[in-house]
């Protein structure tokens, strides 16, 4: 299975597709060499397929020595690389010799038993054979990919075949290809891409310099391999899939920017909260002195001026600390976090092209929410659908809050007014004294009340907004950063790829600089 993904992964990157000429000269280039069995060269013979539309002196490029026209009666005259044809609006077919190095060396081992062998070694053997094809890609260029320099290699696609004896062959093995059982002749083809791990950094790719046969023999002999290269990629008009990339890139920089903003408020409003649980605190804790004082003065334990005087202080304080919570602005901090809420949703629902009732049925019906796959957009719909979720129950929450601090604050308002009217009647006369104690005792214990109801739904409003705070950020880290840094990832790939496809297309031939099209067809061959 992982053998059959680096297959399909090597043949996706450098699948090639043969170019339509649009020049009125066609050049084919074609590149014959015969290999030693260990992949050295013996020797190369360079073809070249001329199409020419209309009989005139056809202008051509060759390295080559001792050319010959192997078609017609065609003449040329050669100055340094540059060939004057005298065309007579036939198609050309001439030949010629070079000691050029090929763009890919080959290097061929052989094994009997895991042991390295000589091929001489094991002809007639018996055993386990073990054949690796290693290729060197030997056109290394240095590229500007966003701005770095970076080493690649003009991308090339090598098809390996060769022919084995099913009679004496059993159990036989490729790395990167196919087994084609014909009955009496096992046909084992292979594919190769020599340099591209180095220029793609892919671990899937990590081997495809080698292809490695291996099977069971009663009897080695060799057959001859055939290799066919080509630095043919893809087509101009296939780039489209980097644009768009782009586009994938920009959406996702715009939902990270979203994303942060939102998380920021959340922190921002945790602290918020965190503040006006505190005030609470403190204004419970002054409200209970001032209890404490009251309860000492109906029960005598105190003078009444003393008492006084300590209630007073109490009941100052308390006031303050009421002031300084500014409940009022709270109160506008909340609607405001419920706008921001409501825009970010919008924002967030906006950005997958969908309604609410349109993206809650995707998220029901695909289960998104044990989904646990690698599917890019499925997993930006279910986390803006978690988080508009999240971003809804935190408004009805924001709802119920402004409504109960309401309530409240004009009780404590209210009660705060009848206090100090109680407390101006106790100071007018002592005679009054244990029935302004009775009523004022009273009014505070229904303040202590509400401070402490206010007490507990600021608690609960500082937990929500906490867990607001700590879901935005581990949506942010866990989902939205990890998505946006694979698509950065993929980013990075589709520009290294793209370059790739532009050193393929600017590749002009082995032997002169006006190929459309060049193959390197290499037999190896074992003669004593």
């Known amino acids: ?209 080698e292809i490695i046969i291996t099977y069971e023999t009663k009897k080695f002999s060799f057959h001859s391999i055939y290799l066919v290269s080509t630095p043919k990629m893809i087509e101009e008009n296939d780039l489209n899939v980097f644009h768009k990339m782009d586009e994938l890139y920009n959406s996702m920089y715009e939902l990270q920017k979203n994303m942060d903003l939102l998380e920021a408020g959340a922190i921002e409003l945790e602290k918020g909260a965190n503040t006006v649980t505190n005030g609470t605190k403190e204004l419970v804790a002054g409200l209970n002195n001032a209890q404490n004082a009251i309860i000492q003065l109906t029960n005598g334990a105190i003078s009444l001026e003393n008492g006084l005087k300590q209630l007073t ?77 999240l971003l809804d129950a935190n408004n009805k929450a924001i709802d119920t809050t402004i409504t109960t601090q309401k309530t409240i604050n004009s009780k404590i308002n209210t009660l705060m007014d009848s206090l100090n009217s109680s407390l101006n009647a106790l100071e007018k006369g002592s005679t009054k004294l244990s029935s302004g104690l009775n009523q004022f005792n009273q009014g505070f214990s229904s303040l202590s009340d509400g401070a402490n109801k206010l007490q507990n739904g600021m608690n609960s409003l500082y937990q929500g907004t906490k867990n607001l705070s700590n879901g935005a950020s581990a949506l942010n880290k866990q989902g939205i950063t990890k998505l946006n840094n694979s698509v950065r990832t993929l980013k990075q790939y589709s520009n290294t790829l793209e370059a790739l496809t532009k050193l393929s297309q600017s590749y002009q031939g082995f032997t002169s600089n006006n190929s459309n099209e060049t193959y390197f067809i290499s037999v190896v061959n074992y003669s004593k």
Not at 83 to 96: N, T, V
Not at 145 to 165: A, C, H, R, S, W
Not at 318 to 324: A, C, D, M, N, P
Not at 329 to 350: A, I, M, V
Request: charged residues 25%.
């Open 1 to 209: 299975m992982k053998t059959n993904k680096k297959i399909i992964t090597c043949i996706a990157l450098v699948t090639f597709l043969i170019p339509n000429a649009t020049n009125a000269l066609t050049k084919n280039e074609t590149v014959y060499s015969k290999l030693n069995y260990d992949g050295t060269r013996k020797r190369s013979i360079v073809s070249n397929h001329l199409s020419w539309t209309t009989p005139d002196t056809l202008e051509d490029n060759s390295e080559l020595e001792e050319i010959l026209n192997i078609s017609g009666e065609e003449t040329f005259e050669k100055k340094a690389n540059q060939l004057s044809w005298k065309s007579i609006g036939e198609d050309i077919f001439y030949q010629g010799n070079t000691e050029k190095k090929l763009p890919i060396d080959t290097k061929i081992t052989y094994y009997l038993n895991e042991e390295e062998k000589d091929l001489e070694e094991i002809i007639g053997k018996e055993g386990h054979i073990k054949i690796t094809i290693q290729f060197q890609n030997n056109l290394k260029n240095i590229v500007n990919i966003n701005g770095k320099q970076t080493e690649l290699y003009t991308p090339f696609v090598t098809t390996v075949g060769t022919m084995l004896d099913t009679k004496n062959d059993k159990n036989i093995q490729i790395n990167n290809g196919k087994i084609i059982n014909t009955g009496t002749r096992s046909m084992v083809v292979g594919i190769a891409s020599p340099g591209l791990y180095e220029s793609m950094q892919l671990n899937n790719l990590k081997h495809f310099n």
């Open 313 to 389: 202080s109490s009941l100052k304080i308390s006031k303050q600390e009421l002031e300084k919570m500014n409940l009022d602005n709270s109160l506008k901090n909340l609607n405001k976090l419920k706008e921001q809420n409501t825009t970010t949703s919008n924002n967030l629902l906006k950005q997958t092209g969908l309604n609410k009732t349109e993206l809650t049925a995707i998220y029901q019906n695909q289960n998104l929410q044990n989904y646990q796959g690698q599917d890019e957009k499925l997993l930006v719909l279910k986390s803006t659908y978690e988080m508009i979720t």
